[in-house]
């Protein structure tokens, strides 16, 4: 079983719709939690970075973690196809020292 | 702030030669970076930790003699790909991280696509 389990899609949906991306862990030492949104063919650039459970807004961007269910999620507002991208959630916590580990990602289409 | 650059953003080699790849924090000291490895469709692998003045620290099953990396001063990191061969094609990705900040977070360079021929 992997530690951070992340279905890769791909995703589907239309322009304006609420999109929810997820990841589930199964390690409890994970205590700080990040989404990054990649492009093809660029890095990965860091969206959203939290490290207690409960939502934290960014624009149309909000993070939620459940550390009792170890359950993170992304959910983007208004999508749009700028917004159609791989999201890969990342986490890391004690005893893995400044390591990420990451999830396989999930990628976004948004169509217009 | 926080921009990581990578130096190239492309590179096409034969067999047997070797790459090297930059990795520069443009505007923050990194006292450590990584090294990531992340074929297509896949997600990104580390490779290995980048530390300022001292020896890398390798992941489990990655070659350190193949993979050399050199973190000679707080901004840059070079990773040298040595007698590369077709299977070592990849995307190299280097992040690091603000020292102002607690290593929760890492920004990532653009990325750099090796096709070894």
């Known amino acids: 079983q992997k530690e951070v389990e992340q279905d890769p899609g791909p995703l589907s949906v239309p322009e304006g719709a609420i999109v929810s991306l997820n990841c589930t862990y199964s390690?409890?030492?994970?205590?700080?939690f990040m989404w990054y949104r990649q492009y093809s063919r660029k890095g990965p650039e860091l969206l959203m970075y939290?490290?207690?459970?409960g939502n934290k807004e960014d624009g149309r961007f909000t993070a939620q973690v459940d550390k009792s269910s170890k359950y993170i999620s992304l959910f983007i507002r208004d999508s749009q196809p700028s917004d159609s991208a791989t999201y890969l959630c990342?986490?890391?916590?004690?005893?893995?020292?400044?390591?990420?580990?990451f999830g396989a990602g999930t990628i976004l289409r948004v169509k217009s | 702030g926080a921009v990581v650059s990578q130096h190239p953003s492309r590179v096409i080699c034969k067999s047997g030669t070797s790459v090297k790849i930059e990795c520069r924090s443009l505007?923050?000291?990194?006292?450590?970076m990584f090294w990531y490895r992340q074929f297509p469709k896949q997600s990104l692998m580390l490779m290995a930790t980048?530390?300022?003045?001292?020896?890398?620290?390798?992941e489990q099953g990655v070659e350190k003699d193949k993979f050399l990396i050199n973190h000679a001063s707080l901004t840059l990191s070079t990773l040298t790909v040595t007698s590369a061969h077709p299977e070592d094609s990849s995307f190299y990705i280097c992040?690091?991280?603000?020292?102002?900040?607690?290593?929760?977070?890492?920004?990532f360079g653009p990325g750099t696509r090796l096709l070894v021929l």
């Open positions: 992040s690091a991280t603000p020292p102002a900040q607690t290593h929760e977070t890492q920004y």
């Open positions: 390690n409890s030492a994970f205590q700080y």
């Open positions: 939290t490290y207690s459970s």
């Open positions: 990342a986490m890391k916590g004690t005893g893995y020292g400044n390591k990420l580990v």
């Open positions: 505007d923050f000291q990194a006292t450590t």
């Open positions: 980048s530390n300022e003045g001292s020896k890398a620290t390798y």
